[in-house]
């Protein structure tokens, strides 16, 4: 007669195999965890880079269609920084440009033809409470198509200043002549402009700067 084996795993080998499995599954989803936070983190510094990028397009557009940076607002604005109508100036952190102004179909006004000198608004860029904002403050002359806009959220008749960015922890504003010399505002024949902005995911804080550099447009 032939004896028979039942073949099978001991209840220590199961032991051992289980423990062996779950020291795996654990592994595997802290890795999957790490991996899904770097993901993220990558995500959102990616989305901020593009949304600091986005933001300085923006003002290198209208320094593009500018003649130059003002030291202060060449016009009256009502909402002007502690009530003073004249209280914007350009510095380290705000910019205030000289645009050229147009009228509703987009031609250039001139204020002195002969000379071919244009029409100027002033175009504010400012931080405030973590946002990055452009406030237009037009001349007010005759076929000016610009309107002065207000802070937000506006008011009746008074549109509110346009929000470039959001999350913004520092935008800096360097001026240089065309030596490559910081200068005042005035003089600057080209803007640096540098900004950082921070977001929070999985509770970490992320941040991206971005800088770039736009010469003023010749009169």
Excluded at 134 to 158: E, K, L, Y
Excluded at 161 to 180: M, Q, W
Aim: net charge negative; proline share 4%.
């Amino acid at each position: 007669m032939k004896k028979l084996h039942n073949c099978g795993f001991t209840l220590v080998e199961l032991l051992i195999t289980c423990v062996l499995i779950s020291i795996l599954a654990i592994a595997m989803a802290a890795f999957l965890t790490d991996w899904l936070q770097d993901y993220a983190i990558t995500n959102a510094r990616t989305n901020l880079l593009d949304n600091a990028e986005q933001a300085l397009d923006t003002v290198t557009s209208d320094i593009r269609l500018s003649g130059s940076a003002d030291d202060a607002n060449r016009w009256p604005d009502p909402n002007g920084p502690s009530g003073n109508q004249y209280g914007w100036s350009s510095n380290a952190n705000t910019l205030v440009l000289a645009k050229i102004a147009t009228d509703s179909s987009n031609n250039v006004i001139f204020s002195d033809p002969n000379n071919y000198i244009t029409l100027k608004d002033n175009e504010v860029y400012y931080v405030s409470s973590g946002s990055l904002y452009r406030r237009t403050i037009a001349s007010g002359q005759s076929g000016d198509a610009a309107v002065t806009t207000c802070p937000p959220p506006g008011s009746s008749g008074c549109p509110a200043d346009d929000l470039v960015a959001t999350g913004v922890t520092s935008f800096n504003v360097s001026y240089y002549d065309d030596n490559e010399n910081q200068v005042d505002p005035a003089s600057a024949r080209s803007i640096g402009l540098a900004i950082t902005l921070a977001s929070t995911t999985d509770g970490k804080t992320i941040t991206a700067t971005y800088s770039t550099r736009m010469v003023f447009r010749n009169e």
